[in-house]
């Protein structure tokens, strides 16, 4: 008992010196987030973190104090020092164990920044665009695209609810980068779209933000238990060892380095870089897709309509409204809702002028970038394709974009990302015309500022309308 009450009081001690010091720094934010973390914590558990903390940037600027040792910063000099500075940025958090798969880390989860650079350079030359335009991975994309083609034929006269279409076909493309000739079809093998059912409707959140602040509370709650991916895990393991891959595929690269990881580290990464580009690209494609679709933005698919049809013949990086876009997209809808947190490195460090103690966690989140510096983009929470392809602000607008994070951690899959969205948005707006079937706006939007990691219901309905000439 005695034993107790000392490790309870050393750490009150150790909380109040944190306080202290992070405290003299003067670090803007609403006055309880000096003494407690429980207000981030209840906006987190309750899906409000994104929004809660925008709030405060509204109101106390790009620095702004979440909790007695978080900071959360929202301007172009936080993203550098925090993401960029010594090669890698700062450190990860612990928080990053909550997405290990198999129980092992992989490059998204490994918490050091030497440590995660040794497993990028594995996967560095798989995700560069030359492996991916140059090899049977394009043409991989390209009959998957041509399977979204298909349903949204079959959908004339009705409406496609294109959140199942388009996670059918990230998915699809994903697995097809990591085990040519291996990957699902789940726009047509009703097995593969059961894996996409398990893995995008996947949702643990609470579980996990249980299992991170109060591990010890985890394992006597069985109210949040984490929904299993079974049929997910079974199949990455069954490509990952059993398969015989292409040589253009992630999984053929990782077994030419079999002396570096095990058989099931293979495996985690391949669930990992699957599981993300499943949430990723989906959600980044029904957010886009749906807002060309609602009425304010029709001028703004005639435009893109204009210029797929008239060059149909160019590569995917001729096409500059396309890429503008779908720019604007991931800027004003970026996939990735949550801050990307880091620790203070030792000895602490000055950020935005502010001195914040060693250990002390700092973040950002694409969302308050992308909206917060109306002189970087005025306007911001409309959705303007044009002002990408202003010369004026170019490097400005460039260096402020944090759709797939920054520096030397950001994420590896962008390359891959960005050709399937193009390959597909040129396809449809080559053919079709898409409309809100039912609208969503009232759920998805208020204000003109979205608000929602995903579509309410994870549905999107949309008509389509073969294009007349």
Same mark, same amino acid.
């Given at each position: !008992?005695?034993?107790?009450?000392?490790?309870?009081? &050393? @750490? =009150? $001690?150790?909380?109040?010196? %944190?306080?202290?010091? =992070? %405290? +003299?720094?003067?670090?803007?934010?609403? @006055?309880?987030?000096?003494?407690?973390?429980?207000?981030?914590?209840? %906006?987190?558990?309750?899906? %409000?973190?994104?929004? @809660?903390?925008?709030?405060?940037?509204?109101?106390?600027?790009? $620095?702004? *104090?979440? #909790?007695?040792?978080?900071?959360?910063?929202?301007?172009?000099?936080? !993203?550098? /020092?925090?993401?960029?500075?010594?090669?890698?940025?700062?450190?990860?958090?612990?928080?990053?164990?909550?997405?290990? +798969?198999?129980?092992? *880390?992989? !490059?998204?989860?490994?918490?050091?920044? *030497?440590?995660?650079?040794?497993?990028?350079?594995?996967?560095?030359e798989r995700y560069a665009m030359t492996n991916i335009l140059g090899s049977s991975i394009m043409e991989g994309i390209r009959?998957?695209?041509g399977s979204v083609i298909k349903q949204c034929e079959a959908s004339m006269g009705g409406y496609l609810d294109v959140y199942v279409t388009l996670h059918c076909y990230?998915?699809?493309?994903?697995?097809?980068?990591l085990f040519n000739p291996g990957g699902t079809n789940s726009l047509i093998d009703s097995k593969d779209f059961v894996l996409m059912k398990e893995l995008s409707y996947h949702d643990s959140l609470k579980q996990r933000l249980i299992q991170h602040y109060w591990p010890t509370l985890n394992k006597l709650i069985t109210l949040y238990k984490p929904k299993s991916t079974p049929l997910a895990k079974d199949f990455v393991l069954n490509r990952t060892l059993d398969s015989e891959p292409h040589e253009s595929s992630l999984v053929h690269k990782l077994r030419s380095k079999s002396d570096y990881l095990q058989p099931i580290q293979m495996a985690a990464e391949s669930m990992d870089h699957m599981a993300a580009g499943i949430d990723t690209t989906g959600d980044g494609l029904c957010f886009l897709m749906h807002e060309l679709s609602l009425p304010r933005s029709q001028q703004i698919q005639q435009k893109l309509r204009e210029e797929l049809v008239q060059n149909p013949q160019s590569k995917l990086d001729e096409l500059p409204y396309l890429d503008a876009v779908i720019k604007e997209g991931l800027r004003l809808f970026p996939p990735i809702p949550m801050s990307l947190p880091r620790y203070v490195p030792e000895?602490?460090?000055?950020?935005?002028?502010?001195?914040?103690? #060693?250990?002390? =966690?700092?973040?950002?989140?694409?969302?308050?970038?992308?909206?917060?510096?109306?002189?970087?983009?005025?306007?911001? /929470?409309?959705?303007?394709?044009?002002? @990408?392809? +202003?010369?004026?602000? /170019?490097?400005e607008r460039n260096r402020l974009f944090f759709a797939f994070a920054s520096g030397g951690r950001g994420c590896i899959g962008k390359n891959l990302a960005l050709v399937e969205m193009k390959t597909l948005l040129r396809e449809i707006y080559s053919r079709f015309t898409t409309k809100v079937s039912v609208d969503m706006t009232g759920d !998805? &939007?208020?204000?003109? +500022?979205?608000?929602?990691? *995903?579509?309410?219901?994870?549905?999107?309905?949309?008509?389509?309308?073969?294009?007349?000439?």
């Open positions: !008992m005695l034993a107790f009450y000392v490790l309870g009081l &050393a @750490w =009150i $001690v150790y909380t109040i010196a %944190h306080i202290v010091r =992070i %405290h +003299q720094t003067k670090v803007p934010g609403p @006055w309880y987030t000096k003494l407690t973390s429980l207000a981030l914590k209840y %906006h987190e558990f309750s899906r %409000h973190r994104r929004l @809660w903390i925008h709030d405060l940037h509204l109101k106390y600027g790009p $620095v702004v *104090r979440l #909790a007695p040792n978080e900071v959360s910063f929202a301007n172009l000099e936080g !993203m550098k /020092e925090i993401y960029q500075s010594g090669g890698s940025g700062y450190d990860k958090t612990e928080f990053y164990d909550l997405f290990k +798969q198999y129980n092992y *880390r992989t !490059m998204f989860t490994t918490l050091p920044k *030497r440590e995660h650079s040794e497993r990028r350079r594995l996967f560095a009959q998957r695209a990230a998915l699809d493309c994903a697995s097809h980068f000895n602490g460090r000055t950020v935005c002028g502010y001195t914040l103690p #060693a250990g002390s =966690i700092v973040s950002c989140q694409a969302y308050s970038l992308h909206l917060l510096d109306k002189d970087v983009f005025p306007n911001a /929470e409309k959705f303007l394709p044009d002002r @990408w392809l +202003q010369k004026e602000g /170019e490097i !998805m &939007a208020i204000d003109d +500022q979205i608000i929602a990691s *995903r579509p309410k219901d994870q549905t999107c309905l949309l008509s389509f309308q073969e294009m007349t000439v």
